[in-house]
């Protein structure tokens, strides 16, 4: 059985940064596509980027891109958050496959077998 152990999330004040990091092991199959997803504010849950088993190939929402960046070192992942603000607060969550993940779906919750526990993320005005 494996696992996908997150980093703790964190607080910081509008305009801060937080890293998170996501480690996968443990599964018999490669780790192919890691992404991660948060819910905020009682929306449903949503993509953040996702990243190609490679490390090449990295896919924003678009309300994070330019501020966020994600990055993947073999089957850890890291999420550098820049230029935080009130509605990046939410609980974050490592997900991660072992098949492949066409574009259009990378972002989408469906592709993801396989999930962390969720971190906090807290930002104040």
């Known amino acids: 059985q494996g696992t996908l152990v997150e980093s703790a999330g964190g607080s910081v004040q509008d305009g801060g940064s937080l890293r998170l990091s996501c480690s996968a092991s443990?599964?018999?199959?490669?780790?192919?596509?890691m992404a991660w997803f948060r819910q905020t504010n009682g929306k449903e849950r949503e993509g953040v980027a996702a990243?190609?088993?490679?490390?090449?190939h990295v896919v924003y929402a678009d309300n994070v891109r330019g501020r966020f960046t994600l990055s993947r070192a073999a089957d850890t992942l890291y999420l550098e958050m820049n230029r935080l603000n009130v509605d990046d607060s939410g609980t974050y969550t490592c997900?991660?496959?072992?098949?492949?993940?066409?574009?259009?779906?990378?972002?989408?919750?469906?592709?993801?077998?396989?999930w962390g526990q969720g971190t906090q993320v807290t930002v104040s005005s």
């Open positions: 443990g599964y018999g199959e490669a780790v192919q596509y």
């Open positions: 990243v190609s088993p490679s490390g090449r």
């Open positions: 997900a991660a496959t072992t098949r492949g993940v066409d574009g259009p779906r990378r972002l989408s919750p469906s592709q993801y077998p396989l």
